[in-house]
């Protein structure tokens, strides 16, 4: 047996104060071989893994050890004491949370010694602890207050004067500390330093003074504070936004995936009085392991914006005024029809469908190229990646990366853009030991984790690439970066997982492109493609890009297959967001759908999406708020938001999961895939979907790469089903049993069944599986349907050009964007808005030499676009001949010197002193 004595111990580094190293008491254990162990615990023979923990092995055979700085996402520290148990043959009482199971054990979790120890632990945590509970936001959920009542002595022999301290003190914008409460569990701190890599928060002082403390002048600015308020088992952490708004037991929850990026992490959204006053994390351990980014934990209150429209508006005497929803919706259809009419289908488009639900991309994408019959569809505003190579690409999910030979990161800055995805490449980096290599402009987020950089220049990443692709393949010799990233896969099995993103929007999509490109070469490259938008994968897999219908199908390859089973679909291949743009700005476009988006803002070329909206024809906005696009609609159409309504998502990995509706929204709302249903009344289509579930089932039927994905599974997949389910059928769990699947269906398993039972429950399932194929037969099974479509495949893409020789006293452009901006989630969010920076130029020292100006100064940037006055700064981050701006920040003005037709942007930057 391994006594906790004989773990090693991690030693402290030199020169770290004690006061900064809350894991000098950390243990090192050991893993073992793989196998299987027999142990005792209270008298039941259990079996466990080589490795295990004790105290998990127990949770997972049905008891529970009392616990208070143990975590199962972190590394065992032993400092509560809390978990004392006894085990046959060792001297003393053990901490279970550090104890590693071995076989033949003998444990006792209740017996006199166990009970004496966490009696007295009890009282020594509760010496200094406040009776606050009443008005404490833990109180009624509080680990500390459950495990007193089933662990602790009953009463207190304490009758001194209990230590008083000013509170709360604020550590962040978002996080406030009672430390009259906290119990010294190092939970906090632990997650901001092993998990968040933001040690920003440590113990100070001694014994009965022992603290949380933040260093001068360096607050707790992390990206994922809220997690240590979750998992704070008193109330000694909590979060602005929640504290005094409801107490636990007047809260109903729904489970759902959070959409304020495309990671898609899940949650429990909790209301009261029909309002949301929080998001828990949940732990999948396929996708957030628990964990949100604090935007994403807090965006819930844009849901209740006093700024929201709430009823249907049309514009009349060049105002937009309130109306019913039928005359709004006779309006739009009028239009629409009249631009159809005039001008057929090709004057129509439609922008935007990223921020909504599965029903509403597939429904919108259904009334666009089944109904009006255009192909002018785009998810995405020219500042993604194209639908032929994100849609194509050979697919790894986010646990692969815990088990790649490789990862390779291209691009962009995934702390800013999909933060719970940082964490995972982070784990799997520092944890797991798998080789990072990141490919990128500057040094961002995963950079101190990397096991190799290599650096490029704006508008060379795909040349970048082909020299990495070869080296990995074999072919060394031309880059020594490119061969130091090769050598760290010697010895090392398994598939090369590549993050693709577009994380410089001054530079063309087809410098991404031919990255893509070229590293797809490798036969062991599996890809994440990480677009930002919370469900932009979900709209263009069911539709919303061009040149694609719903299920990850060419329009030429689906052609006949969406024809049979919709009526029609658009004769030719339509334009993309940058092409729809230029149409409008030259007139060509007479009808246009905002859905959910904003180009004006979110476009990164401001005078193309400028020119557009000034000269667009009928415009139809479909939006939560009056931005600076949709204040031009001709109709505004208001739609329900996260949290408003049910449905499904896919995150960037291709996993749908369901969306759960917590409050019903205030005026008259509707969701989006319900207002795509009354126009294509009003234009002579009649959908015949009144729910979600149909919708959902729809899309199982018809849509070739979610085959089988319908609202039954979604109800019963505990972590959702990645698409194609039949090529992830090991993954696919339903409650406590992992199902098989044939020919991409699913056999409805009874919960609590164990595996070797699977054969008899199929059998007695037989007829409810029955019913569900009956019900969901699909229009390939009707008469005289065609053959289903192939999925699309991404073959090659398009050769980039090489960028223009950079003048000698110019500087190129990085842009990419922030967690904290100017959209709306930030902005409407009264936690959030104040969290957004200054922008800021930033070079490189040496640029800010040459130039003659100091950290501070304004200066004057011009592009061939456009000119703004920025303060600057230097940055040792920044390579040499670039500055980096962040796009989308009130006030940055970056969109106004990128003009997207061109390779990259160059910059001119002059003191104005």
């Known amino acids: 047996m391994t006594d906790v004595n004989d773990v090693p111990k991690v030693e402290r580094p030199p020169g770290v104060p004690m006061s900064q190293w809350p894991s000098a008491y950390e243990y090192v254990l050991p893993t073992g071989a793989p196998g299987t162990v027999t142990l005792t615990i209270d008298g039941r023979e259990v079996k466990a893994q080589t490795g295990d923990l004790l105290i998990k092995v127990a949770q997972d055979h049905g008891t529970y050890i009392p616990r208070f700085c143990y975590h199962e996402r972190m590394k065992p520290v032993g400092m509560c004491r809390m978990c004392l148990v006894e085990v046959e043959g060792m001297r003393g009482m053990q901490i279970s949370c550090a104890t590693v199971v071995a076989d033949g054990m003998v444990v006792h979790t209740q017996s006199d010694a166990a009970r004496q120890a966490q009696d007295g632990v009890l009282e020594l945590l509760l010496i200094n602890h406040p009776l606050d509970c009443p008005v404490c936001d833990r109180g009624g959920e509080c680990p500390l207050q459950d495990t007193t009542l089933a662990f602790g002595p009953g009463e207190s022999r304490f009758v001194e004067e209990k230590r008083h301290w000013e509170k709360p003190i604020p550590i962040s914008e978002l996080v406030l500390l009672d430390r009259e409460r906290c119990i010294q569990c190092g939970r906090c701190t632990r997650f901001a330093d092993e998990i968040a890599g933001d040690a920003l928060i440590a113990f100070g002082s001694r014994g009965a003074h022992t603290e949380v403390i933040t260093f001068p002048g360096d607050p707790f600015t992390s990206y994922f504070s809220g997690n240590t308020v979750q998992i704070c088992p008193v109330g000694a952490l909590t979060a602005t936004p929640y504290r005094f708004r409801a107490r636990p037991w007047d809260l109903s929850a729904v489970e759902t995936s959070c959409t304020t990026c495309s990671v898609h992490c899940r949650g429990a959204l909790e209301s009261s009085s029909n309002r949301l006053v929080r998001l828990l994390g949940v732990d999948s351990e396929p996708v957030n392991h628990g964990w949100l980014c604090d935007k994403g934990r807090f965006g819930y209150e844009v849901v209740h914006s006093e700024d929201r429209v709430r009823h249907p508006m049309v514009r009349k005497n060049g105002e937009l005024v309130e109306c019913s929803w039928p005359e709004a919706l006779d309006v739009a259809a009028e239009g629409l029809k009249r631009a159809l009419e005039l001008n057929g289908p090709k004057s129509v488009a439609l922008l935007g469908g990223a921020r909504g639900t599965n029903e509403d991309a597939y429904v919108w994408a259904r009334f666009a190229k089944g109904v009006v019959g255009t192909d002018n569809v785009d998810a995405q505003l020219g500042d993604g990646i194209p639908a032929e190579v994100a849609l194509g690409l050979p697919e790894a999910t986010i646990a692969d990366l815990d088990r790649a030979a490789a990862i390779v990161v291209v691009g962009l800055d995934l702390k800013e853009e999909v933060p719970v995805l940082y964490l995972r490449v982070k784990r799997a980096a520092e944890e797991l030991g798998v080789p990072l290599i990141e490919l990128a402009p500057r040094d961002q987020g995963l950079t101190r984790y990397a096991s190799t950089s290599i650096r490029s220049l704006p508008g060379e990443q795909g040349e970048t690439a082909r020299r990495l692709a070869d080296a990995l393949g074999g072919a060394r010799g031309t880059d020594a970066g490119a061969d130091a990233a ?49 469900n932009v994968r979900g709209a263009m897999d069911l539709g919303l890009a061009p040149g694609f219908l719903p299920g990850r199908v060419t329009l030429d390859a689906g052609r006949e297959w969406f024809g049979h089973a919709w009526g029609s679909v658009p004769a030719t291949v339509g334009l993309d967001a940058e092409g729809i743009l230029r149409a409008a700005e030259q007139g060509r476009i007479h009808a246009l759908m905002l859905l959910g988006t904003d180009p004006h803002d979110d476009c990164p070329d401001h005078a193309l999406a400028e020119g557009a909206l000034n000269a667009a024809g009928f415009t139809i906005a479909i939006d939560a708020f009056v931005t600076d696009s949709t204040k031009r609609a001709d109709v505004f159409l208001p739609v329900t938001m996260w949290g408003e309504k049910a449905g499904s998502v896919t995150n960037l990995e291709g996993r749908v999961q369901r969306v759960g509706q917590k409050v019903s929204p205030d005026g008259t709302a509707m969701p989006d895939w319900r207002i795509a249903a009354e126009l294509a009344l009003r234009l002579g289509v009649d959908f015949d979907l009144e729910q ?7 899309i199982a039927r018809v849509a070739p790469a979610y085959t089988g994905i319908d609202s039954t599974l979604l109800r019963r997949a505990r972590d959702g089903a990645v698409a194609p389910v039949a090529d992830h059928r090991d993954e696919l769990v339903l409650g406590p049993v992992s199902i098989p699947l044939t020919d991409a269906r699913w056999e409805p398993i009874r919960p609590g069944l164990d595996a070797v039972e699977l054969e008899d429950a199929k059998t007695a399932n037989d007829e409810a599986d029955a019913l569900r194929a009956d019900r969901l037969t699909s229009v390939a099974q009707s008469a005289g349907a065609p053959p289903a479509p192939a999925l699309h495949r991404f073959t090659g893409g398009v050769t980039d050009t090489a960028p223009p020789a950079r003048d000698a006293y110019a500087l190129r452009l990085v842009t990419g964007r922030t967690l904290y901006d100017g959209g709306i989630t930030v902005a409407a969010s009264d936690s959030l808005s104040e969290l957004v920076a200054d922008p800021v130029l930033l070079i490189s020292p040496q640029d800010r030499d040459r130039i003659g100006v100091e950290d501070g100064a304004e200066v004057r940037v011009t592009s061939a676009r456009g000119s703004l006055t920025l303060a600057v700064r230097a940055d040792a981050a920044i390579g040499t001949g670039t500055a980096y701006l962040p796009f989308n920040l009130p006030g940055s003005g970056v969109s106004d010197l990128v003009d997207l037709s061109t390779a990259v942007t160059d910059l001119r930057v002059e003191s104005l002193s």
Not at 499 to 515: F, H, I, M, P
């Open 692 to 698: 979600p579930e149909e919708v959902q089932d729809e």
């Open 486 to 534: 090769a050598a760290l896969l010697e010895g090392r099995a398994g598939d090369i997982v590549v993050v693709l993103g577009r994380g410089d929007l001054a530079e063309s999509a087809a410098s991404t492109v031919r990255a893509a490109t070229e590293l797809a070469r490798l036969p062991q490259a599996r890809f994440i493609v990480a677009l930002r938008r919370g």
